[in-house]
């Protein structure tokens, strides 16, 4: 379904800056080092997504000890969310995702919806490794059933990019990685485990404008798919290392109202993120990317918790 869900700023400006974070996992007893950081992006932010982990159990506590942290942006600005595999532990994410949908968030698995004039998508995702390394489904029926289970979070995700309009920009929200390239710094035994190339197929196939993923702890913050769609790992743990002293949230403008999608790029003086912004030629659907920018997040004015 493609839904226009856009309120407040969101609907009114020509660029829509999507602040973006992951693997927050609340718990019972989880300080409120998060109320500072979710005031910040309600104030800075058009839309803020967060892409999975959102509890360490997957039970209602910690969800609700989410929901109260992130009251400032749910009051605000809309919030889209994935589910990640700490959010499924307890085999309660049915009831999980009624207490997500019943604050406000706009829970994504392989649904649509456009939000001030940019296209969304999501899904879980799933585990198989990568390129050449990818797990084949040969051999005992657990490893068949691994690798369906890719396979269907991959089907999802297609459904997903297909029903958005192409026009428009469009991200694609995951927790598992579509690419390689942003695990790297995990061990390599863990990589299967991690995220699947069969995420990155309907990401190029639909020329998506950027993907945004957690999942990979001690992974990298930035790459690109084959063909060139920027990907960034938004885990807490990752922007709390690439960004030391800053609030663990990632933020990224995107111009709207364009008919194309915009590439990864920066046109500000000093990137965080040390992006050249070059032109990529030859990929359609696609602006240049000096119109595509990556922001570093301020300090927020209460430094506590960010160790």
């Not at 989880?30 to 997504?49: C, M, N, T």
């Not at 532990?89 to 919806?113: C, F, I, R, T, Y």
């Not at 915009?262 to 050249?276: D, E, I, L």
Request: charged fraction near 20%.
């Amino acid at each position: 379904m493609n839904t226009d869900v856009a309120k407040g700023r969101a609907s009114s400006k020509d660029t829509v800056r999507i602040a973006a974070i992951s693997d927050l996992h609340c718990r019972r007893d989880s300080k409120p080092w998060l109320r500072p950081v979710f005031e910040q992006i309600a104030g800075e932010a058009d839309i803020l997504v967060v892409c999975g982990d959102i509890t360490d159990w997957g039970r209602a506590g910690e969800c609700e000890v989410f929901l109260k942290q992130a009251a400032p942006v749910l009051q605000k600005i809309p919030v889209l969310a994935v589910l990640g595999n700490h959010d499924v532990e307890s085999g309660k994410q049915d009831e999980l995702v009624e207490q997500l949908l019943s604050a406000g968030v706009s829970m994504l698995d392989g649904n649509s919806l456009t939000v001030g004039g940019v296209g969304f998508t999501g899904v879980k995702g799933f585990g198989g490794g990568f390129g050449k390394m990818a797990v084949q489904p040969l051999g005992e029926g657990a490893v068949k059933n691994f690798v369906s289970e890719s396979v269907l979070e991959a089907q999802k995700l297609e459904a997903g990019l297909s029903a958005l309009n192409q026009k428009l920009p469009r991200i694609a929200l995951l927790h598992y990685a579509p690419i390689r390239e942003t695990v790297a710094g995990e061990p390599l035994e863990l990589f299967p485990f991690l995220g699947s190339s069969g995420l990155e197929e309907p990401v190029n196939k639909y020329a998506a404008t950027a993907v945004f993923h957690g999942h990979a702890h001690a992974g990298s913050l930035e790459g690109k798919t084959s063909a060139n769609v920027p990907v960034y790992n938004v885990c807490a743990s990752v922007l709390k290392k690439r960004f030391p002293g800053r609030p663990p949230f990632f933020v990224l403008d995107v111009p709207v109202g364009s008919g194309v999608s915009p590439q990864t790029g920066c046109r500000a003086p000093t990137c965080p993120t040390g992006c050249a912004g070059g032109r990529s030629e030859g990929s359609p659907h696609r602006l240049p990317s000096d119109v595509f920018t990556v922001v570093s997040s301020r300090p927020v004015k209460n430094e506590r918790g960010f160790s």
